[in-house]
Nanobody
Framework: QVQLVESGGGSVQAGGSLRLSCAGS????????MGWFRQGPGKEREFVAV????????YYADSVKGRFTISRDNAKNTVYLQMNSLNSEDTAVYYC????????????????WGQGTQVTVSS
């Protein structure tokens, strides 16, 4: 069993940056594929980014490519999402998730989910 806790959300003006953290407990995350997803107001949940822990292979949604960076810290058992050049379309609750599959943008491939952290971007 893995517990995931996100932090780092908040309110920021358009063009600003935030760094989200997802801390794992219960198990080390090095066996997992870690993903970030988001759900904006009135929208369905969508894929943001994913990292394969051991290989550090990453993959991004087109909407965030070049602006967001996913990374992980073995010692802290934590995955991060650095978000730059934020705009109003990035306003959402952001969730991290852990799964056993390879690189995947499908939420159904992830077994464990955090509770989410709110990101609000004002223009």
């Amino acid at each position: 069993q893995v517990q995931l806790v996100e932090s780092g959300g908040g309110s920021v003006q358009a063009g600003g940056s935030l760094r989200l953290s997802c801390a794992g407990s219960g198990r080390t995350l090095d066996s997992y594929t870690m993903g970030w997803f988001r759900q904006g107001p009135g929208k369905e949940r969508e894929f943001v980014a994913v990292i394969r822990w051991r290989s550090s292979t990453t993959y991004y949604a087109d909407s965030v490519k070049g602006r967001f960076t996913i990374s992980r810290d073995n010692a802290k058992n934590t995955v991060y999402l650095q978000m730059n050049s934020l705009n109003s379309e990035d306003t959402a609750v952001y969730y991290c998730a852990a799964g056993f599959s390879g690189i995947s943008a499908q939420g159904s491939d992830y077994r464990y989910w955090g509770q989410g952290t709110q990101v609000t971007v004002s223009s």
